[in-house]
Structures are given as structure tokens and as C-alpha cells.
């Protein structure tokens, strides 16, 4: 079976902090898929970023990076120097790549960041 | 582009009453998705529709049906509703095959049952 669980319900923190979201997910697939999902309080869900299972590499993108590891099954996500506009729900969210099956979510984290 | 746009955005039903939420998308996607999001369970899929005429049940697929008549349509329907369906419901397209490409998706349905 597929899970995702991402363990931080909440967290808070001041401006420019640094914070980490955890996402632990559980597959027999060998390949598939990881994606991290924002959903602003407007509430659309913005894509993120996806990866495929081979792919192993961390990525950065501006003040986001990504931490793909297979041996600890997680993917998780840093906000590095943390602004307001970053306060929402972060989801990730898995998918197996030869099956049209779904797009498994996690429970999601509430990021509030506070001036 | 309007991507993927959802109608209506909010509705209010009595209990037993039926409705359809309407799902457009305008990227030609062949893959098209309807979910729901509950506090604290994430997003839960209720069905999904791989191309054209056809449509498949997700994880929560009892008491909505979907049809898929047009590629770039997606029908969710509850045909009497009830208070636990009270929900966001969010509809999201995609390319290729799961995994190929992200999923898009639209701003959300609040859905009150009373």
C-alpha cells in the first residue's frame, strides 16, 4: 500500500527563520513519483515541484530546497529565510508511474510565519 | 488561460437535494481528477477519468457519480446529499499519466449540506 504521512500538523515561526517540512512516504513501487503542493489561504493548490524516484538529487529553487532521500523514504521540503507570503498548507503527495492511479496526498502542514 | 475552473464556488444544499459541480479545463488534458479536502485528511480522490467517455472510482467514491462526456468536461453529481458530503471539492487535470506531468487544478468548491 501507498502512504504519505507528513507528521508536522503545524508550525510556526518568526520572518526570516529557516523551516524544514517532513514528508515520510511508503511505496513497494521502485519508480514513482514525489510532488509538493502550496495551498495559500485563497485556497488553490499551487504546484511545487515534482520528482521521479531516480532522481536523487536535492534542488533548490531560490528559497526553497528539496531533500530526496530513498533510504529514509523522505522528501522533504526547507524555506530558507521564511516570509509571511509563505504562511499556508503544504502537501506532498505521491504517485505510482505505470498505473493510472491516484494522487496520494498527505495529511498536509500548516506553515504560519509571523512578522 | 483559464486552466482549470470549477463551477460554482460555493453552494448550500438541504439534505437530500442533488446537484453537479462542473470541471472545464482548456490545456487538452487527458487526465482529470476530482477530489475532496476534509480538515486534517488531506485531499481524498472520489473519482477520476483517464480520457474521454470513461471514469474510474477513487478512494470515497460512495454517494457521487462523474461522467466524462466531453475530454475537456469532468461531472461530479450528488444525487442526494448528505451533511457528511459537506466538503471542498477540487477538480485537477493532467497531461500524461500519472507521474508524467502535475497536476493542475481549480480554485475549489465549498459545498455546505444541511
Known amino acids: 500500500a501507498q502512504k504519505v504521512t507528513q507528521a508536522q500538523t503545524e508550525i510556526s515561526v518568526v520572518e526570516k527563520e529557516d523551516v524544514t517540512l517532513d514528508c515520510v512516504y511508503e511505496?513497494?513501487?521502485?519508480?514513482?513519483?514525489l510532488f509538493w503542493y502550496k495551498q495559500p489561504p485563497s485556497g488553490e493548490l499551487v504546484f511545487l515541484i515534482r520528482?521521479?524516484?531516480?532522481?536523487?538529487q536535492n534542488e533548490i529553487s531560490g528559497r526553497y530546497s528539496w531533500n530526496f532521500q530513498k533510504s529514509t523514504s523522505s522528501f522533504n521540503f526547507t524555506i530558507t529565510a521564511s516570509q509571511v507570503v509563505d504562511s499556508a498548507v503544504y502537501f506532498c503527495?505521491?504517485?505510482?508511474?505505470?498505473?493510472?492511479?491516484?494522487?496520494?496526498f498527505g495529511t498536509g502542514t500548516r506553515l504560519q510565519v509571523f512578522p | 488561460n483559464a486552466g482549470v475552473t470549477q463551477t460554482p464556488k460555493f453552494r448550500v444544499l438541504k439534505t437530500g437535494q442533488s446537484m453537479t459541480l462542473l470541471c472545464a479545463q482548456d490545456?487538452?488534458?487527458?487526465?482529470m481528477y476530482w477530489y475532496r479536502q476534509d480538515p486534517g485528511m488531506g485531499l481524498r480522490l472520489i473519482h477520476y477519468?483517464?480520457?474521454?467517455?470513461?471514469?474510474a472510482k477513487g478512494e470515497v467514491p460512495d454517494g457521487y457519480n462523474v461522467s466524462r462526456l466531453k475530454k475537456q468536461n469532468f461531472l461530479l453529481g450528488l444525487e442526494s446529499a448528505a451533511p457528511s458530503q459537506t466538503s471542498v471539492y477540487f477538480c485537477?487535470?493532467?497531461?500524461?499519466?500519472?507521474?508524467?506531468?502535475?497536476?493542475?487544478f481549480g480554485q475549489g468548491t465549498r459545498l455546505t449540506v444541511v
Open positions: 503527495a505521491l504517485i505510482r508511474s505505470y498505473n493510472t492511479d491516484k494522487l496520494i
Open positions: 520528482r521521479n524516484s531516480f532522481d536523487e
Open positions: 490545456m487538452n488534458h487527458e487526465y
Open positions: 511505496t513497494r513501487d521502485t519508480t514513482y513519483y
Open positions: 485537477a487535470s493532467s497531461y500524461s499519466g500519472p507521474g508524467g506531468t502535475e497536476a493542475f
Open positions: 477519468s483517464v480520457g474521454e467517455g470513461t471514469t
